[in-house]
């Protein structure tokens, strides 16, 4: 059996009292697409900032290509991290550098590349994820659709091993989403990098991924693959495929609090 590129144990995360994260396991193999999934307050985004080593965890350990990364010299860190691309939520482009600047600023802050070199290769990523004529173009000139896709050319400019999306989809119309869900699809097969995608939406994952985690008030219910998953018959990710809300109270209870509030006496009194 190979070796997992990623491999999680027992992480347990805590702020305060507050248990995020409670002995997660979890294993993504080199070369494959996962999808971690989860409602809001799950602790997808805590997991992958600890994956990533934003930051430390109260308990447990993390292994990127057989490195523990809570437990490695500054200088083994940053070898890891070079190896791995990030594509934040929000983009997290500098507004004041260009499209090419931004993408440019990985390879002039880690590498001792020329000049000349670093403006071939930024074209090239650039052009992979269809931005080549807007180089010169700033964050704030750009669609949400475009900026997502130089976040992506900046995430892979140092043609990382492990390549980490943080709600891709996020604030996209449908078509975008799609043309964005084809990009990771192609980053995969044609670079064969290891893709972990944290999102919330079935579409997309269950168009791109290999397999489907999902968290659940911070535990590991499920590390499934698709068709797997789809067929569960467990009630919390029947509750999520089926988007059935949580019920918050019946109707009766709603209409006295709202009477109370409203400071109306009840007609049975």
């Given amino acids: 059996m190979t070796t ?3 491999s999680v144990r027992g992480l347990t995360v805590s702020y305060g009292d507050h248990r995020v994260l409670n002995g997660v396991d979890l294993d993504i193999q080199r070369g494959e697409v996962l999808a971690l999934l989860g409602g809001s307050g799950s602790g997808k985004s805590t997991m992958l900032r600890h994956i990533i080593g934003l930051e430390h965890p109260q308990s447990g350990t993390i292994l990127v290509r057989g490195m523990d990364i809570n437990r490695c010299s500054p200088a083994e860190l940053k070898a890891i991290r070079r190896g791995m691309g990030v594509a934040f939520q929000g983009s997290a482009l500098f507004s004041s550098m260009s499209v090419a600047e931004n993408v440019e600023l990985p390879l002039r802050e880690l590498t001792t590349l020329a000049d000349p070199v670093i403006e ?9 994820v269809g931005l ?10 750009l669609s949400g659709g475009m900026k997502k ?12 091993e492990i390549v980490v999306f943080d709600e891709p ?4 119309d449908p078509i975008v989403a799609a043309e964005l869900d084809e990009l990771i699809l192609f980053l995969n097969r044609a670079f064969h990098m290891t893709i972990l995608i944290v999102t919330h939406e079935m579409a997309s994952a269950l168009r ?14 499920a590390v499934e693959s698709k068709e797997s998953f789809t067929a569960s018959t467990d009630p919390r990710i029947r509750q ?4 059935v809300p949580d019920r918050i109270a019946d109707s009766e209870s709603v209409q006295r609090r709202f009477r109370e509030l409203a400071g109306i006496e009840d007609e049975q009194q």
């Fill in 149 to 160: 896709r130089a976040a992506v050319a900046r995430a892979t400019a140092l043609d990382p």
């Fill in 208 to 221: 791109i991924a290999d397999r489907l985690a999902m968290l659940y008030k911070g535990s590991l219910i």
């Fill in 120 to 128: 071939i290769m930024t074209y090239i990523k650039l052009a992979s």
């Fill in 240 to 243: 999520f495929l089926d988007r």
């Fill in 4 to 6: 997992p590129i990623i």
């Fill in 169 to 172: 989809s996020a604030g996209l």
């Fill in 132 to 141: 080549g004529e807007a180089c010169k173009l700033l964050p704030q000139e």
